[in-house]
């Protein structure tokens, strides 16, 4: 997709903003299979904090070669990653506050952009902008009032001034009543200081695709092959039938949405555990909101490691020691990019499918955004 670089001090952010939103060309099919479902174990919370479920590990063939898939998810190669507990759910907006009041912690977008992490996201020469340009916020998705080309996600996103977790679009939002809502508007940073105080950790690449297949191997979706499950769709996906992508009819590009969250087809978040739970006993694996993980992205990692393995079994990959995306048109290919998996209410048929469990993007770990949350795990 080309994508149109924007001026001023948070260029950088709404470039990555696209990470979540690519469209997709679909290439060949795949083989599916499964195995028997798992036994779902719930911790009691003696091993693990209560709230999670223990992931066996195991074998399983990470990736996809399926029509579907994106070049950034090829080819399938054999991976086995060791059990672990995680997280039931994403952690929520009521969890994120409990963590607030007894640090005191002040997220990322609560914060005055911080030029040295924004520039290295711009072409190399980029002058700096004005102080008065750095105010704190985050990326918004603000949706359009018609139907427009989707080749520009600027239409549609926007950086809101006062946007932050507490208020996820925009100073006249708020979360109340949302408490079991995903927490979002979190950078990876922020991510990573609540998983030091809960005491856990985010989930490495290979064992967030595990989690998330629920026993299912090589499916389509985490729920199977077919989009839909007896005409609904089985997660908080945008659906299309309903009202065309990115259309809010109140949209505002100077304001945040006032449309009402609904599950299924919304602009928003829904409550955690609104959709089935996987084998695994883990609820909106894909859909919702987008989770960050551990690895730093490399577009080409995949065919790295299929090449460096030969096809024999890669034990707990850990990710790459760099990043590498030459597909994000206007920022360095060598930009410092993590992770992000599971799509989130935004994704849909006609412009972003990556509620597919190999789908993976690359986002800018100081960029906060509406739709970008994350769960944790715990070794056993």
């Known amino acids: 997709m080309n994508l149109k670089r924007r001026h001023w001090v948070l260029a950088a952010t709404v470039l990555v903003a ?65 059990g672990f507990w995680m997280d039931s759910t994403h952690v929520t907006n009521d ?23 924004i520039k290295v996201q711009l072409p190399p020469g980029t002058p700096k902008p004005p102080a008065s340009a750095f105010v704190p916020g985050a990326m918004v998705f603000i949706g359009t009032k018609g139907a427009v080309s989707l080749d520009d996600y600027s239409q549609w996103w926007a950086y809101v001034p006062g946007a932050d977790w507490r208020h996820p679009t925009g100073p006249n939002s708020s979360i109340d009543g949302k408490g079991n809502h995903p927490v979002v508007q979190v950078s990876y940073v922020d991510a990573l200081a609540y998983a030091k105080w809960a005491g856990k950790r985010l989930p490495t690449e290979a064992e967030w695709e595990f989690a998330a297949r629920g026993g299912l191997n090589q499916a389509t979706y ?33 304001v945040s949405p006032k449309v009402s969250p609904k599950a299924g087809g919304a602009v928003g978040t829904s409550s955690v555990g609104s959709f089935p739970q996987n084998g695994y006993g883990l609820f909106d694996m894909t859909g919702n909101a987008w989770q960050w993980v ?63 469990p190999s789908a993976r993007r690359g986002a800018d770990p100081y960029s906060p955004m509406s739709h970008l949350g994350f769960r944790l795990v715990k070794s056993d």
Request: proline letters at 9%; charged letters at 25%; hydrophobic letters at 35%.
């Open 294 to 356: 551990a690895d730093w992205y490399r577009f080409d990692y995949f065919q790295m490691q299929a090449k460096e393995s030969g096809n024999h079994l890669i034990i707990n990959p850990q990710g790459p020691v760099d990043s590498f995306d030459p597909a994000d048109y206007g920022v360095p290919a060598n930009a410092p990019k993590r992770v992000i998996r599971g799509g989130s209410f935004l994704c849909n048929e006609d412009y972003c499918q990556s509620y597919r």
């Open 18 to 82: 696209a990470v979540g939103l690519s469209s997709y060309l679909f290439l060949r099919t795949a083989e599916v299979s499964s195995i028997a479902p798992p036994k779902i174990i719930h911790s009691d919370g003696k091993n693990a904090p209560e709230g999670m479920v223990w992931v066996p590990g195991g074998e399983f063939l990470m990736g996809s070669d399926h029509q579907k898939a994106q070049i950034n998810e090829k080819p399938v190669h054999r991976v086995k990653v060791s």
């Open 95 to 117: 969890q994120f506050a409990k963590f607030v009041k007894e640090t005191n912690y002040r997220t990322t977008a609560e914060q005055i952009p911080d030029w040295d992490t």
């Open 222 to 254: 985490a729920w199977g092959d077919q989009l839909e499950q007896e005409g609904k769709l089985p997660a908080n996906i945008w659906d299309v039938k309903k009202r065309p992508f990115p259309v809010v009819p109140d949209a505002n590009p100077k």
